[in-house]
Nanobody, 126 residues
Framework: QVQLVESGGGLVQAGDSLRLSCAAS????????MGWFRQAPGKEREFVAA????????NYADSVKGRFTISRDNRKNTVYLQMNSLKPEDTALYYC???????????????????WGQGTQVTVSS
């Protein structure tokens, strides 16, 4: 089990940028694929981005391709989500998640992930 804590959310205007961070516990963080998901009120949780255990593969939802970048620093046990050109439809609670199956490539499906953070709120005004 890994403990995940998201930070970096906030209230911004359309076109602005935010950088979300997810700090993870545990010595084996570097072996886990990590993902970002988001959920708006009344909507299902949706995939945003994922990164493989070593950062070699990245996967993005079509809605964020070209705007969001996922990265990780295994030495700091942290995964990031750089969000540029934010849109009102990006407004949601953003969660990071860890796939505890070692050396994962980064799945878009929530069921593949074992541990989740509490989320950080991103609100984008028009």
């Amino acid at each position: 089990q890994v403990q995940l804590v998201e930070s970096g959310g906030g209230l911004v205007q359309a076109g602005d940028s935010l950088r979300l961070s997810c700090a993870a516990s545990g010595r084996t963080f570097s072996r886990y694929a990590m993902g970002w998901f988001r959920q708006a009120p009344g909507k299902e949780r949706e995939f945003v981005a994922a990164i493989s255990w070593n950062g070699g593969r990245r996967n993005y939802a079509d809605s964020v391709k070209g705007r969001f970048t996922i990265s990780r620093d295994n030495r700091k046990n942290t995964v990031y989500l750089q969000m540029n050109s934010l849109k009102p439809e990006d407004t949601a609670l953003y969660y990071c998640a860890a796939d505890l199956e070692e050396y994962g490539l980064g799945s878009a499906f929530p069921s593949r992930y074992d541990d989740w953070g509490q989320g950080t709120q991103v609100t984008v005004s028009s």
